[in-house]
Nanobody
Framework: QVQLVESGGGLVQAGGSLRLSCAAS????????MGWFRQAPEKEREFVAA????????VYADSVKGRFTASRDNAKNTLYLQMTSLTPEDTAVYYC?????????????????WGQGTQVTVDS
C-alpha cells in the first residue's frame, strides 16, 4: 500500500496563492490515480480535484475550476495542488488520497488511502 503526507498549508490573504504537496511512499506511485479533497469546519468532506496516473487527465470541482491545478511528478512520487485566487470559502483541511482505479474519480469511496491533511486558512 501507499503512505501519503501532505504539506504546504498555511495562512494566506484572500486573493493569494498556495501550493500543496503530497509525498507518497511505499508502493509504486504510478499505480495510483490521485485525488484532493477538503473539509471545512462543520461541513462534510468534498471533492476538489483528481488526476490520473500519467497526469494527462484531470477533473475539478466546479468551485475550484480555473483557480486550482492538480499535477504530479512521478519521478519524485509527489502530487501537487496549485491554488490561486483563494477566498475565505477555500478555508479547509486539505487531504490527498490514492486510488487504484484506473481513471479519475470524484467519489471518496474509490480512494482507500489518505493522508493526514494540511490546514489552509484564507483570511479576508
Amino acid at each position: 500500500q501507499v503512505q501519503l503526507v501532505e504539506s504546504g498549508g498555511g495562512l494566506v490573504q484572500a486573493g493569494g496563492s498556495l501550493r500543496l504537496s503530497c509525498a507518497a511512499s511505499g508502493r509504486t506511485f504510478t499505480s495510483y490515480a490521485m485525488g484532493w479533497f477538503r473539509q471545512a469546519p462543520e461541513k462534510e468532506r468534498e471533492f476538489v480535484a483528481a488526476i490520473n496516473w500519467t497526469g494527462r487527465t484531470t477533473v475539478y470541482a466546479d468551485s475550484v475550476k480555473g483557480r486550482f491545478t492538480a499535477s504530479r511528478d512521478n519521478a519524485k512520487n509527489t502530487l501537487y495542488l496549485q491554488m490561486t485566487s483563494l477566498t475565505p470559502e477555500d478555508t479547509a483541511v486539505y487531504y490527498c488520497a490514492a486510488s487504484q482505479v484506473g481513471g479519475v474519480s470524484q467519489r471518496e469511496a474509490m480512494y482507500p488511502y489518505w493522508g493526514q491533511g494540511t490546514q489552509v486558512t484564507v483570511d479576508s
